[in-house]
């Protein structure tokens, strides 16, 4: 991905703000039960954000592992010298897979023993030994050994000479859901796991359990580590979290003006006409487009900020362009800085003002921006 610090020769870019980052992380530190370590999720080039160099800020201000979905994720962070531990959320599967994890010391997660005896054959010929990571499925229905089976498949993994088991966790399907039922059927299912394996007299180096919501909910989920994503990146997963912790949106979306044209009434804008001027209007073009990460379900439905006003989007959002009717501000010029995403003056748009508009959530929004917009590190 490229990095740079510079705009000034971009038609749209991504602005990363690493003091909120920072801010983000001594927040949530803060409400962690004591002892309890800070696992940072930056999977999907840390949504978005820019997986290197999110993960030196918050390695330098407190987080304690990394984790990421896929190996070669794991291997960007380890060829830029990033030297934390890492775990793989995902699931490693091939004898290359995981003679790639050993050259890269990553810590990959096991689901099942059947996964386990695949690392046991590819260890043992390699003559070394792994850390891994043991998932267990309280209700999720995603990776991971079903609860009730815990003993016997951290029994079988045990019994593989070259693992050495450095976690089990699970994963919360509904802690951001204000009907907690279902989060406390999963964690009591969590509890009977590890009741039933001190039972058996195993003990396990670390428990985690609770992803970004689950740590705004309460330390009864945080066990040894949480591991948290959306909200190291300033977005909460729920309305109804909003008063755990002060967050700070780490990322604002900016495009400039690239012609401004005058239409009269009548005038049919974009792919399609689903809209027509009703007005002699003034239209600004701004190079952003769905090509870049902005939906096209916004179509007709998003505002941009300009000179700390709103604007309104219109017509059909393009692959590398986005209209907006400017009648109402005749002075503006070419070149001009719109805020797509951020805050300018006293208005903020968000990922969640448009998860809300087109029936999505805010991880896909920030995960959506593509990598031919740059990014821009403001430390």
């Known amino acids: 991905m490229i990095v740079t610090n510079s705009n000034a020769t971009q038609r749209a870019w991504v602005e990363i703000d690493h003091q909120a980052l920072i801010n983000n992380v001594v927040a949530l530190k803060k409400i962690l039960a004591p002892h309890t370590k800070l696992m940072t999720v930056i999977k999907a080039d840390a949504y978005g954000h820019g997986a290197v160099s999110v993960a030196k800020t918050v390695l330098g201000c407190g987080a304690d592992y990394l984790a990421i979905a896929t190996l070669s994720e794991g291997i960007e962070l380890r060829k830029a ?27 990959p997660t096991i689901c099942t023993l059947s996964q386990g005896q695949v690392f046991a054959e590819v260890l043992a010929r390699l ?17 991971g050994t079903l609860w009730h089976k815990t003993v016997t498949f951290v029994k079988g993994i ?28 999963q964690h009591q299912r969590f509890r009977d796991a590890i009741e039933e394996l ?64 005058n239409v009269p009434a009548d005038t049919g804008v974009s792919y399609g006409h689903s809209f027509k001027c009703d007005r002699p209007s003034t239209i600004a073009v701004i190079g952003i487009g769905y090509a870049d990460g902005v939906p096209r379900l916004l179509s007709n439905k998003m505002k ?25 501000f005749p002075d503006l010029k070419v070149g001009e800085i719109v805020t797509v995403l951020g805050q300018d003056g006293d208005l903020t748009i968000t990922a969640d003002d448009w998860a809300r508009a087109i029936g999505t959530i805010s991880w896909e929004i920030l995960c959506g921006f593509k990598h031919r917009l740059p990014r821009i590190n403001n430390e």
């Open 127 to 143: 003559g070394v030994s792994l850390s891994v990571h043991l998932k267990i499925d309280t209700g999720m229905s995603r990776l």
């Open 158 to 185: 045990q019994n593989i000479a070259h693992l050495e088991i450095k976690s089990l966790y699970s994963h919360l399907a509904t802690a951001d859901d204000p009907d907690s039922r279902v989060m406390n059927l």
């Open 198 to 261: 001190k039972a058996h007299q195993i003990d396990i180096q670390a428990l985690h359990l609770a992803n970004s919501a689950g740590t705004m909910v309460g330390q009864d989920l945080h066990y040894d580590m949480v591991r948290v994503g959306l909200a190291l990146y300033g977005l909460y997963p729920s309305v109804h979290l909003q008063n755990r912790v002060q967050l700070q949106p780490v990322m604002e979306v900016k495009a400039r003006i690239t012609q401004i044209k």
């Open 81 to 107: 010298q990033i030297k934390a531990p890492i775990m793989i959320l995902g699931a490693i599967n091939s004898a290359e897979e995981i003679e790639e994890v050993v050259k890269w010391q990553l810590e």
């Open 304 to 328: 941009v900020i300009i000179r700390g006003k709103y604007v309104q989007q219109i017509g059909n959002i393009t692959m590398d362009q986005i209209m907006l009717d400017i009648t109402d």
